[in-house]
């Protein structure tokens, strides 16, 4: 049984910083491309970013150059580093496996961006 425990989400300025971080069990890991996805209010779920067992990286457009994902095969975790943070990064934040599918999704982790 798969199990995703995301942590990290939190209230920040525009501007500021958070880093997540989701624990895995229940998969192998190590060979899994695992994402990042999130959901604002009003709004469809949508990837945000992914990364694959080896570490190649794909980010949506909407956070390149803001965002970087990374995992830790030892620790099963993939965190999510967020800078820059903009109000429209506003949403609940989860990780899963990519694609998704295989594996229900977590509780999340909200991340507001506000002033």
């Known amino acids: 049984q798969v199990q995703l425990v995301e942590s990290g989400g939190g209230l920040v300025q525009p501007g500021g910083s958070l880093r997540l971080s989701c624990a895995a069990s229940?998969?192998?890991?190590?060979?899994?491309?695992m994402g990042w996805y999130r959901q604002a209010p009003g709004k469809q779920r949508e990837l945000v970013a992914r990364i694959t067992g080896s570490g190649s990286t794909n980010y949506d457009d909407s956070v390149a150059g803001r965002f970087t994902i990374s995992r830790d095969n030892a620790k099963r975790t993939v965190d999510l580093q967020m800078n820059s943070l903009k109000p429209e990064d506003t949403a609940v934040y989860y990780c899963?496996?990519?694609?998704?599918?295989?594996?229900?999704w977590g509780q999340g982790t909200q991340v507001t961006v506000s002033s």
């Open positions: 229940g998969i192998i890991f190590s060979i899994n491309t």
């Open positions: 899963n496996l990519y694609p998704f599918g295989y594996a229900d």
